[in-house]
């Protein structure tokens, strides 16, 4: 309602001012219809007072009267001009205006013969021109024109004062009904007041008996904060003690793992050394069991690293089938003979993209895992097949075809309650020491980066199932037989004889390193500070090859080798990293990587990738072997 007044209100004052803003106009409108018949009347006065100068001219031949009548005559023709200028607005009336100026001006003319016949004392021609201009059809249009002017003016002055007094009764009209809206709202107002008090009445007994509710609520209220605060507390102790628990079954695992791995590489070299003189044959011996622990401290460092990776690190076409296969004796060894294993496929030789070493150490990390759930006795099954599945139907699988690799054990089951749980990092249900909790969440890790899926099936005291959708792939794969990596491949020729720089900060590492590169045959030349790189090619140089280091203080091995390239684009490059997160394939350009640890067989063979692919042929997902 309060909108409704303020509304007609405004109404009313707009209303108004537009009455009063045509009333002006009006009486404008007016004034200036007087204005034009003024103008016509004195303009007529004024012709007539030139006209009968003009005639005592005739009769006295008095030059000042003479000159009185050319006085009125200019006169009059301003007073044409203004009455020109004063109806340049209405086109018929200016029509009119310039026959009256024609015939003012003829009629000048026949009065300027007049008053010259009269100037040259020819009395009796003066008088006869001025009688026959007397009669002349000029005067008439003249007087005609003026009549004409003033009645046309006077009938505009007419419609122009009907026309506001219609606006007037309008806008009288308007402001009535206005008014009318405005008193139907003030009685509503009053309706409605009285109805709010009888409602405010009604309401102060509602608040007088809610004030008792209230306060008793606020009692409650109090009381349930302090309890949700002790209780958020609480949680917050048992989030941080269940943080500080996974750190330490993670740190315990680890340490539990590589002081076992240290333990063989240390005792190992300890024994080759004393056995180096007398022995040499067990020398060996012990120094091929210090590989093999260094070896699987290195494969644990990259079961840590793979939670990093946004990728593959080596995708390629793989038949699942073949890996299982080739995996028999790395299953045998680490299941022991207890454990019967059981191998079944459907004869497809579907090819799934993914990268070998993790799909391997997926496998091998299920068996370990089905292993220590059959407590080292049972029978584990392997079964491989394919399917064609729907958007959703398993997780968040994509609809299309797949390779499913089912494995099986027939040891404990786990509860509902921890398959929720088994792919969360550092969560494990062995004893502290017996793993480090990161198998499944690698393995859940694996699966997503391939495109693929998991699913669990357990039932406690009969066993699990844990089953892996893999997206087949269509390309070249399906048909190309499974290879060795290219680690244990001899086939490429040895290069010797380059000429290589070492940049790497760490002294330790760049010393072994050069011993490493000189005993494969090549010149080495050291260097511990990127930023010395350019002035030791420069110095000690031509090279062949820069072996480089990624994370390096003060500058890293990619800048340092795009500013290198830039004056000497004929250099190799072979980047070595110790960490996967250091980044992909394209960031260092398409060069070739060989990550730590690395042996002389991996360092070798990468020499050889780096050589044979050129800056400018080198593939972007290049990833030298290990």
């Given at each position: 309602m309060a909108v409704l007044g303020v509304g007609i209100l405004i109404a009313l004052v707009i209303l108004q001012s537009s009455a009063n803003e045509q009333r002006d106009q009006a009486l404008k409108l007016e004034s200036h219809s007087y204005d034009v018949m003024i103008l016509t009347r004195t303009l007529s006065g004024s012709i007539a007072r030139a006209e009968a100068a003009l005639g005592r001219y005739v009769i006295s031949g008095d030059e000042g009267i003479g000159r009185e009548f050319t006085d009125q005559w200019d006169q009059a023709r301003a007073q044409i001009d203004r009455l020109d200028a004063a109806t340049n607005d209405n086109p018929d009336q200016q029509a009119a205006i310039d026959r009256l100026r024609a015939a003012f001006e003829r009629r000048g003319d026949e009065l300027s013969v007049t008053a010259l016949s009269t100037a040259y004392k020819k009395n009796s021609q003066a008088y006869s021109r001025y009688y026959e201009a007397g009669r002349s059809s000029s005067l008439r249009s003249i007087d005609g024109e003026l009549d004409h002017i003033t009645a046309?003016?006077?009938?505009?002055?007419?419609?122009?004062?009907?026309?506001?007094?219609?606006?007037?009764?309008?806008?009288?009209?308007?402001?009535?009904?206005?008014?009318?809206?405005?008193?139907?709202?003030?009685?509503?107002?009053?309706?409605?007041?009285?109805?709010?008090?009888?409602?405010?009445?009604?309401?102060?007994?509602?608040?007088?008996?809610?004030?008792s509710e209230r306060e008793r609520s606020a009692m409650l209220e109090e009381a349930v904060g302090e309890a949700t605060l002790a209780l958020s507390q609480q949680e917050a102790k048992l989030r941080q003690v269940q943080k500080m628990e996974a750190v330490g079954q993670l740190t315990g695992g680890i340490a539990h793992d590589f002081n076992n791995m240290l333990a063989v590489v240390l005792g190992g070299l300890e024994l080759a050394r004393r056995s180096l003189e007398n022995d040499p044959g067990s020398a060996l011996r012990h120094l091929d069991n210090a590989t093999e622990g260094a070896n699987r401290a290195a494969a644990l460092t990259r079961r840590l690293l793979a939670f990093?990776?946004?990728?593959?690190?080596?995708?390629?076409?793989?038949?699942?089938?073949?890996?299982?296969?080739?995996?028999?004796?790395?299953?045998?060894?680490?299941?022991?003979?207890?454990?019967?294993?059981?191998?079944?496929?459907?004869?497809?030789?579907?090819?799934?993209?993914?990268?070998?070493?993790?799909?391997?150490?997926?496998?091998?990390?299920?068996?370990?895992?089905?292993?220590?759930?059959?407590?080292?006795?049972?029978?584990?099954?392997?079964?491989?097949?394919?399917?064609?599945?729907?958007?959703?139907?398993?997780?968040?699988?994509?609809?299309?075809?797949?390779?499913?690799?089912?494995?099986?054990?027939?040891?404990?089951?786990?509860?509902?309650?921890?398959?929720?749980?088994?792919?969360?990092?550092?969560?494990?249900?062995?004893?502290?020491?017996?793993g480090t909790g990161l198998g499944l969440s690698q393995i859940f890790a694996f699966v997503r980066q391939s495109g693929g899926e998991i699913a669990i099936e357990s039932t406690p005291g009969k066993g699990t199932v844990v089953t892996l959708y893999l997206p087949r792939h269509m390309a070249a794969g399906d048909t190309a037989t499974a290879i060795e990596p290219t680690a244990n491949t001899h086939?490429?020729?040895?290069?010797?004889?380059?000429?290589?720089?070492?940049?790497?900060?760490?002294?330790?590492?760049?010393?072994?390193?050069?011993?490493?590169?000189?005993?494969?045959?090549?010149?080495?030349?050291?260097?511990?500070?990127?930023?010395?790189?350019?002035?030791?090619?420069?110095?000690?140089?031509?090279?062949?090859?820069?072996v480089s280091d990624v994370l390096m203080p003060g500058q890293t091995g990619p800048e340092m080798v795009a500013g290198l390239l830039a004056q000497r684009p004929h250099l190799a490059v072979l980047f070595v990293t110790g960490y996967a997160g250091d980044g992909s394939a394209a960031d260092f350009g398409g060069r070739a990587v060989l990550r730590k640890p690395f042996t002389l067989a991996g360092l070798e063979q990468a020499i050889a990738d780096a050589m044979a692919f050129a800056p400018s042929t080198t593939s972007p997902d290049q990833l030298a072997a290990e």
């Open positions: 046309a003016e006077h009938d505009l002055l007419d419609e122009r004062t009907a026309a506001a007094m219609a606006s007037v009764k309008r806008s009288s009209e308007i402001a009535r009904t206005l008014s009318i809206f405005g008193i139907l709202i003030v009685l509503s107002a009053i309706v409605l007041g009285a109805l709010t008090i009888a409602a405010m009445q009604e309401r102060a007994a509602a608040r007088a008996e809610a004030d990093s990776r946004e990728e593959a690190l080596n995708p390629e076409a793989i038949k699942p089938i073949d890996a299982i296969a080739g995996m028999s004796d790395l299953f045998d060894r680490t299941l022991g003979d207890a454990i019967l294993i059981e191998r079944a496929d459907d004869g497809s030789d579907w090819a799934i993209w993914a990268d070998r070493h993790e799909l391997e150490n997926t496998l091998l990390n299920l068996a370990v895992n089905a292993r220590d759930a059959m407590d080292g006795r049972g029978t584990l099954s392997i079964r491989t097949s394919v399917m064609t599945l729907t958007a959703g139907q398993v997780g968040n699988c994509q609809d299309g075809d797949h390779v499913a690799i089912a494995v099986a054990d027939t040891g404990c089951g786990m509860s509902p309650e921890v398959i929720e749980r088994v792919f969360e990092p550092f969560f494990t249900t062995k004893p502290v020491g017996k086939d490429t020729p040895a290069i010797t004889g380059l000429g290589i720089l070492v940049v790497e900060d760490d002294p330790r590492v760049l010393t072994a390193t050069v011993g490493t590169l000189e005993e494969l045959g090549h010149r080495v030349v050291p260097c511990a500070d990127p930023l010395d790189a350019p002035r030791t090619i420069d110095e000690a140089g031509p090279f062949d090859l820069i």
